[in-house]
């Protein structure tokens, strides 16, 4: 199956063959920022399976485990389409810029000590705080 993800205005993409690697939650405080919710979701693939189009522009940050993290957004729009993290050549893309409500549920869900109080996550989901 191939999909696409894209930021808000269209200029950069992302194309993804195949069944994601892995779909997790992180409720960690930088990506709550990065993704403007009480969580982010997204989906990691291998690079084999991942082809990008348009001009990005990146902001490297540290990551709550102390690895560099480089987002990937459009210097249009400012939507994040991918991240990778340093040590880990997968692609993550925030699952929203997919547009795809049938889009696979997560399986795993990190930094739960940060989960805001009122959030549920799904029954048989792998936890880690």
Not at 19 to 37: A, D, I, N, T, Y
Not at 117 to 124: E, F, L, S
């Amino acid at each position: 199956m191939d999909r696409e993800a894209s930021c808000s205005c269209g200029g950069l993409r992302i194309r993804v063959r195949g069944e994601p690697v892995r779909v997790s939650v992180c409720h960690c405080l930088e990506c709550q920022k990065r993704s403007g919710s009480v969580f982010a979701m997204q989906a990691r693939f291998d690079p084999a399976n991942v082809e990008t189009a348009g001009e990005g522009k990146t902001f490297v940050r540290s990551g709550d485990s102390g690895s560099r993290i480089t987002q990937t957004f459009c210097p249009n729009c400012g939507s994040t389409v991918w991240y990778q993290i340093e040590g880990d050549p997968r692609f993550a893309v925030p699952v929203g810029a997919f547009a795809d409500p049938g889009f696979p549920a997560p399986a795993f869900s990190v930094y739960e000590e940060r989960m805001h109080a009122w959030v549920r996550m799904p029954d048989g989901i792998e936890r880690m705080d």
